[in-house]
Structures are given as structure tokens and as C-alpha cells.
């Protein structure tokens, strides 16, 4: 059975050609970059190129990109070390909302319960978030707000620029983007943020590499103890052998990032214009505005199909991954808290399914999945 692979907002693919890059560094360029042998200067000259690299592309400065290992961590990097550069200041609050990555979601949480972090959630509005709602909730005693350029379930995207027009200087903006990168162009200069984040696992590089942006007029605490690495910031030998595969995959997206783009928008109309053939299914995703290569939509049969976890198995069988949501919630019975929040029943939220694409994806695939829907939903 030849299998299809429709869960791309989870984990893309890693490239070929991102695989080569990274091989003799695996294999034949062993030393470390702290080292001041020659084995270590090599690789130090070769992991300042790759932060150099990626810069250009994401249009900010090589000094404000920090090597992780991923979204999850940059997303507690950058809200803890925050907080904690700023823990004996009354204004402290943070300004969020209720579709954020858990890894942002849970640490707000977790930073109210164990600190008493005050903090204000702002819901969606046709599964966007209103910024006008977002600066009524910021007063004086704001710190952060942290608000996702698109979300990683639906694939909607927020306007975070307009929040950098209208809030203070004092106030730190923070936005998860590691959906966003390499499916819409990307400029953090032009966006305003002060924090950001890369994956390195959404844009066809290994999972485990990710680069957290600060920008230069931040001043915030070291976030992970034991070394000078990354300029003192996070200590822990750097991940060489990714970080040189994450940089060949920001050098790919370089030329390829515009024919993505018109592949995943292509792809992406032509399941849109199937499924609106489906009287019994309800598009999820904000059509105006919305990344290219995500469709979230629900199946409308609960005398059938009333738990997302069968609708996953039932394609599964049939050698089709797709998801029902966040990939960081995998494991979980509950509905989806981004479609609650949206407005959606439990049953519609259980009924949901997310597809979304990489590069190699195929419109026959697509003609292969609605086959199976229809057979499902008969």
C-alpha cells in the first residue's frame, strides 16, 4: 500500500538535501565548537556561517538568533526568561490567548499557578484573534504579549505587526511563528516582535534544531545554565550537525520558499473545492486569511463518527496520516481546545480533522483521501 503523508504541520519530511549537508558533520566534522583546537575553530567558523544564513533570511541580525532545540523551548525561553529578568517588578501580567501552542498555553499556566504570574486570555473572533481585544486587555502593569502569527491547528494567521504599532516600548512582544516559517515570507524586522521562534522539523530539517530570535535591545536573563554557549545565553554544546542541516533547509526555502507557496495554495484549493461538495462537512480554517499548506474542517455524522481518535485509525488503515490537531497534545481523548475556543461543539471539535501539506505532496493523494472520506461517512 503506498502510503500518504498529510500531517506536514506536525513534521515535514527531511529533505534529501538536507540530509547530505549534515552528514560529514556526523560523521567526519566531530569537534566541538567551544574547543580551541583546530577540530573546534572549524566548526565554530562553520556554526557562526549557518547563524549568518539564517539571519538573511529571516532579515534580522546574526547576533539575535540563539540556537535550541525546537519550538517548545523557544517558547519557554522566551516567556520565562522574561518573567524571571523581571520577577521583582509588580507589572508582571501577561496578555495571551486561548489557541496558543501549549507550549506558551501551558506555560502561562504554569507560571500563574507556581508564581502567581497574572494573566489575561483573549478569545478568537471567526478563528482569529481580534488585536483591538488584545490591546484593551494591555494596562500598565502589561509585561508580554504573547500571540501566534498562525495558529498550528488551523492554519490562521494574526496580524502581529499592527500590536507593535499601538503598544509601549515596555512592553515585550512575543510570537510564536514556527508554523508561519517557510509557508508565507517572514521578516522580523517589518513584524515588530521581539522574540520569535524557528523549528527546525516544519521546514524540512532534522527534528531537535530550532533558533530562537531576541531581539538586540533585549536584556533578559541566561535561560540554561552550565555554559558560556550562544553568547551566554543558553548554555549546552550546540547541535552542529542540525544546525548545519537547518541552515541548508533556510538556504532551500531561499529559491524554493515562492514555488512552496504556489504548490501548497494549489494543493490546497483543490481539497477546498472537494470538500465543499461534502454536505456533511464544515470548514474550520478562515479561508481569508490563512497559511497555504493547512485545512481544518469537520465530519457532521454523530449517529457515526462522534470520537476524532477512530476517524484517525480509520484513515490510518487505510495508509492516510492526517491529524486532529496539535501533535504536542498526542495521546489526549479531549476534543480540541482551539476549536472550543473557536466556538465549535465538543462533537464538532472530536469530528475535526487537520490536513496539511509538504513539498511532495500530489493532488492524486488528495483525490485518494476524499475517496476514503466519502467511504467513511457511508
Not at 548554555?235 to 531561499?254: C, D, R, S, Y
Not at 465538543?346 to 493532488?363: D, M, P, T
Amino acid at each position: 500500500m503506498e502510503k500518504i503523508y498529510f500531517d506536514a504541520a506536525a513534521s515535514t519530511p527531511l529533505d534529501p538535501r538536507v540530509l547530505e549537508a549534515m552528514l560529514p558533520y556526523m560523521k567526519n566534522k566531530y569537534g566541538n565548537p567551544s574547543s580551541v583546537h583546530s577540530f573546534g575553530k572549524e566548526l565554530k567558523v562553520v556554526l557562526e556561517e549557518c547563524r549568518e544564513k539564517i539571519a538573511a533570511f529571516l532579515k534580522c541580525k546574526p547576533k539575535e538568533l540563539f540556537f535550541t532545540s525546537g519550538g517548545t523551548e523557544n517558547n519557554n525561553f522566551a516567556i520565562k526568561s522574561i518573567i524571571f529578568t523581571n520577577f521583582d517588578k509588580q507589572n508582571k501580567k501577561i496578555v495571551t490567548t486561548t489557541i496558543e501552542h501549549p507550549s506558551v498555553y501551558e506555560t502561562v499556566m504554569y507560571l500563574n499557578e507556581r508564581f502567581k504570574v497574572p494573566f489575561k486570555f483573549i478569545k478568537p473572533e471567526g478563528g482569529i484573534i481580534p488585536t483591538e481585544k488584545i490591546l484593551e486587555a494591555c494596562d500598565e502593569n502589561t509585561l508580554i504579549v504573547s500571540v501566534m502569527h498562525s495558529n498550528n491547528e488551523t492554519g490562521n494567521i494574526n496580524d502581529i505587526s499592527f500590536l507593535k504599532q499601538k503598544l509601549p516600548d515596555s512592553v515585550y512582544i512575543h510570537s510564536d511563528t514556527t508554523q508561519s516559517i517557510g509557508k508565507v515570507p517572514i521578516d522580523f524586522g517589518a513584524m515588530g516582535v521581539d522574540f520569535a521562534t524557528l523549528s527546525g522539523h516544519k521546514i524540512y530539517a532534522p527534528k531537535g534544531v530550532g533558533v530562537l530570535y531576541i531581539n538586540e535591545r533585549m536584556k533578559i536573563d541566561k535561560y540554561m545554565h552550565g555554559g558560556n554557549q550562544e553568547r551566554n545565553m543558553r548554555g549546552g554544546t550546540e547541535n552542529l550537525p542540525f544546525i548545519v542541516g537547518l541552515a541548508k533547509a533556510v538556504e532551500i526555502l531561499n529559491y524554493e520558499l515562492e514555488n512552496d507557496i504556489k504548490h501548497y495554495l494549489s494543493l490546497k484549493t483543490y481539497l477546498i473545492k472537494q470538500l465543499r461538495e461534502l454536505d456533511f462537512v464544515s470548514i474550520n480554517t478562515n479561508l481569508d486569511k490563512s497559511l497555504p499548506n493547512i485545512v481544518n474542517f469537520s465530519i457532521n455524522l454523530d449517529e457515526v463518527l462522534n470520537v476524532g481518535e477512530m476517524l484517525l485509525i480509520k484513515f490510518d488503515l487505510e495508509g492516510i496520516a492526517v491529524s486532529s490537531g496539535s501533535a504536542c497534545s498526542s495521546g489526549s481523548v479531549k476534543p480540541s481546545r482551539v476549536l472550543i475556543e473557536m466556538g465549535l461543539s465538543e462533537l464538532q471539535a472530536k469530528s475535526s480533522l487537520r490536513v496539511s501539506f509538504h513539498r511532495w505532496n500530489k493532488k492524486e493523494e488528495i483525490d485518494k483521501f476524499i475517496n476514503v472520506l466519502k467511504a467513511i461517512a457511508t
